[in-house]
């Protein structure tokens, strides 16, 4: 179940990067193989291994694993900064207004 969960996870972000599985490899300093065979179900990274991952995806372990989080985290971070700065009325605009985008009253 997790193996599954981390391997869709990273090949999710990696693609949203727009990289192929060899040059995240390189990039986090391992073998050209290494990303493809976590993707694959072959290997699980380390506990360190997840981290380096975590860190070139610019998010937290945390980020990692939110299976809420089904979109990109970093544009989640983008906007989380953004909310941060707004009154409560225009929170309120915003929240009816991702209701409305999704369907939801």
Avoid: H, W
Wanted: charged share 25%; with cysteine; proline share 3%.
């Amino acid at each position: 179940m997790y193996e599954e969960f981390v391997a869709n996870r990273i090949k999710q972000l990696r693609k949203q990067k727009n990289i192929s599985a060899r040059e995240m490899s390189l990039a986090i300093g391992q073998n050209v193989n290494y990303i493809n065979r976590i993707e694959r179900n072959y290997n699980l990274p380390s506990l360190q291994g997840l981290f380096y991952i975590c860190e070139y995806f610019d998010i937290t372990p945390q980020e990692f694993f939110d299976s809420n989080t089904k979109s990109n985290p970093l544009i989640l971070q983008e906007a989380m900064c953004e909310l941060a700065c707004l009154d409560d009325d225009n929170l309120k605009l915003v929240v009816s207004l991702a209701k409305a985008l999704q369907g939801k009253k």
